[in-house]
């Protein structure tokens, strides 16, 4: 609703009947005059034209394909949208529950940059981890037997080491952890992609101007001078979905011309993904050592040895042997192969109802 001050509203009750009788009479002097009603008075302009109950500037808002009409119009991310309350007058700012006078439009999602590239890692033979050393016999690690690791440094490549030494009363038997066919793995974002996902939806909030109906020659609309609030505009909305509307700007328009344009859509939404990547076995690998024991700490006196796949083995040593040194050796070093699978982009992209704004200049 406009604000009217009294000397507005005295004024058109001097135009119904004369000064005189509004004068001394005041409300209710003049038939058919109610105070409870809004009386828009005349407003002239600076070049003595009738502005009608325009407070502001009469904009021309008849051009083909567009809605006879003008907007208040934000534009900016979805998250940050304001509601239609924060700029139309009578309304409270954060009167965020009120809905959107007339539409919300979305901008066209950015191209979308593609998928990164599948990778794997190959498959390899790696050697055994080491040893389990119990007290017992063929392995027992049951009560009363002692348990003693025997392992290797990290990534041992079977030369002689010597984690330590066993002595006979402790070294019955000792268990070799299996060779590892190490599988292939995927390889996250192997290569870099240029450009990013899309970001936060661009959207534009399309109002109503209550106010915009006060000009008195028909097809021109109020725009209020009252400065708007930061990233509004006053707007024209095509009303058909095409591509070749373009913003008036003939010499034959009156006033300020729409004349900066933005493309919006009714329908816009990108909910295409990448689908994750993964790794097929496509032939298997082939893994058989060799591991050694030995009583010193240098690999020269040998307890004995064992051949190990993939399930490890047990083996029991000599009675009275002691545990110094071990060493190992591939009789069998052929890793498989592998290759991987997605990175295709799937899902819906929708991009429908074309609309065209066509703005007045910022600040404006």
């Given at each position: 609703m406009a604000r009217w001050g009294t000397g507005r509203i005295l004024a058109a009750v001097i135009g119904l009947s004369g000064a005189a009788v509004a004068t001394a009479s005041g409300c209710g002097a003049v038939d058919g005059y109610d105070c409870a009603e809004l009386l828009a008075c005349d407003f002239i302009t600076e070049d003595g034209t009738n502005n009608g109950a325009c407070d502001g500037i009469c904009v021309d808002a008849t051009f083909g394909s567009f809605k006879e009409q003008p907007f208040l119009v934000w534009m900016?991310?979805?998250d940050l949208a304001p509601r239609c309350g924060a700029v139309l007058r009578g309304e409270e700012p954060d009167d965020a529950a009120g809905p959107f006078s007339f539409a919300l439009l979305r901008a066209e999602p950015a191209p979308h940059p593609g998928c990164d590239p599948c990778a794997c890692t190959q498959p390899a033979c790696a050697l055994p981890a080491g040893l389990s050393v119990t007290s017992g016999y063929m392995c027992d690690e049951g009560p009363g037997e002692t348990v003693t690791p025997f392992e290797p440094p990290a990534g041992w490549d079977g030369a002689c080491v010597a984690p330590g030494t066993v002595p006979a009363a402790a070294f019955g038997s000792f268990a070799i952890a299996p060779v590892t066919e190490r599988a292939c793995e995927v390889v996250e974002a192997p290569v870099p992609r240029d450009g990013a996902l899309p970001g936060s939806m661009e959207v534009a909030v399309v109002c109503e101007d209550a106010d915009a109906e006060r000009c008195p020659e028909k097809g021109h609309r109020c725009v209020a001078e009252e400065r708007l609030p930061a990233g509004w505009r006053h707007c024209i909305l095509s009303e058909i979905e095409a591509d070749y509307i373009e913003c008036p700007n003939g010499e034959d328009i009156e006033g300020p011309r729409h004349s900066e344009k933005f493309t919006f859509w009714m329908v816009a939404k990108d909910e295409r993904k990448c689908k994750k990547c993964s790794c097929?076995?496509?032939a298997p690998s082939e893994c058989e050592a060799i591991v050694s024991t030995f009583e010193d700490a240098a690999c020269g006196e040998m307890v004995a040895s064992a051949m190990v796949r993939e399930n490890g083995v047990c083996h029991d040593a000599e009675p009275g042997s002691t545990l110094g040194s071990m060493s190992a050796a591939w009789r069998v070093n052929a890793p498989g192969s592998c290759a991987p699978s997605g990175g295709e982009l799937t899902g819906e992209r929708?991009?429908?109802?074309?609309?065209?704004?066509?703005?007045?200049?910022?600040?404006?």
């Open positions: 900016g991310h979805a097929h076995e496509t929708q991009v429908e109802g074309r609309r065209t704004l066509c703005c007045l200049p910022e600040g404006t």
